[in-house]
């Protein structure tokens, strides 16, 4: 491997996990995470949390290296203007993202965090996690169970 491509974050997974011997499936174990997710990492499709790029650093033992090309190569910060869209003064920027699904033998319990930052001029008064939909009023429906 090149050392200038050594440096991203997406190298650097990919040799540590070499390195350490593991498949994608026995390190997306290790991680928690579904191992086509450690496929779209290593192909540069995602890029993963802060948390995440921790977490990998400590399982495979790679000393901070992963760690520090998360960070060189963490694009969070930029802001990107979609093309034919007008500028606008708010933007919501998700800087990490969690979510954890548990049963306690009777219900499913759904957690999930997001940190965000405002990069915008304006205040955010009303977040919409899923862009083009209404947000839901109210808690939402329990489903049945049959």
Known sequence: MESEERGTFTAEIT?????????????????????????????????????????????????????????????????????????STAQLLVLEDDAALEFDGNAFHLRMRRLLRNDGADPVSRYNPVPGRAPLSGPAPRPTLR
């Open 15 to 87: 040799h540590w996990r070499t390195v350490r011997g593991l498949s994608k499936r026995a390190l997306a174990a290790r991680l928690n995470v579904d191992h086509s997710y450690v496929s779209h990492l290593e192909a540069g499709r995602e890029h993963g949390s802060a948390h995440l790029a921790r977490r990998a650093d400590a399982k495979l033992d790679a000393g901070g290296a992963l760690w520090c090309a998360w960070q060189r190569t963490d694009t969070s910060s930029t802001k990107v203007e979609p093309a034919g869209l007008p500028s």
